[in-house]
């Protein structure tokens, strides 16, 4: 089985509800954020990503929001599914006056969906 | 289909032992990394290279090598494993620098 979905902070919804993932982000220099998402056994996926110049994009079904203000990240997924049920973790690109930094990663949320 | 490949996907060794893990892309990224996945932790940066003869340390470098002699391949190599180094291990590669990074499927390490 897969351990990275131990120990971390869960959101439990029901099919076909709206999911809302949070993260917080530690380095004010960070001008490029990414969502992955991964499932038991797998690597993670991309899923969406956003630049610092802006507020809010949308994918399919996934809509990430960004919050400069309070260095807030989020992951809205509409109409969750069961295949939706994975652990989602924030990254952050720390840009030092136009010298990348490293990916930082969040630790993640697991999300399970009941049917 | 371009894709990233790791390999063993499982390994358990013994310290002191030698170990290197496999990492192949056929995306042509010039970029390529490898992380470390613990409990408690998110990923984490092991090394990293720009390009072909490349390489860079990351955050947690000490123990491991890589080497980059082709575009394609990045391994990973353990010069004395330790059981601190168990672990699950991802390889990535990305077209622009840190941008939209593809993850491998993973290598579990075990070091006894």
């Known amino acids: 089985g897969e351990s990275v979905g131990l120990h971390l902070p869960t959101l439990s919804v029901q099919e076909g509800d709206n999911s809302i993932i949070n993260c917080a982000y530690s380095n004010s220099a960070s001008d490029y954020f990414i969502w992955y998402k991964q499932e038991s056994g797998k690597g993670p996926q991309f899923i969406i990503d956003?630049?610092?110049?802006?507020d809010k994009r949308q994918g399919q079904r996934v809509t990430v929001l960004l919050n400069k203000t309070v260095k807030h990240l989020s992951l809205q997924i509409a109409a969750t599914q069961p295949g939706d049920s994975a652990v989602y973790f924030c990254?952050?690109?720390?840009?030092?006056?136009?010298?990348?930094?490293?990916?930082?990663f969040g630790k993640g949320t697991k999300l399970s969906v009941k049917p | 289909d371009a894709e990233i490949t790791q390999s063993p996907r499982h390994k358990i060794t013994e310290t002191g032992r030698q170990v290197t893990l496999a990492c192949h892309q056929t995306w042509n990224h010039n970029n390529m990394f490898w992380y470390r996945q613990d409990l408690g932790h998110g990923l984490r940066l092991i090394h990293y290279s720009y390009g072909v003869q490349d390489t860079n340390k990351g955050e947690v470098s000490d123990g491991y090598s890589v080497s980059r002699s082709n575009t394609e391949d990045l391994p990973l190599t353990l010069e004395s494993a330790a059981s601190s180094q168990t672990s699950v291990y991802f390889c990535?590669?990305?077209?622009?620098?840190?941008?939209?990074?593809?993850f491998g499927p993973g290598t579990r390490l075990t070091v006894l």
């Open positions: 990254a952050e690109r720390p840009d030092y006056g136009g010298s990348q930094g490293n990916l930082i």
């Open positions: 956003i630049r610092s110049n802006m």
């Open positions: 990535a590669s990305s077209e622009m620098g840190w941008d939209e990074q593809f």
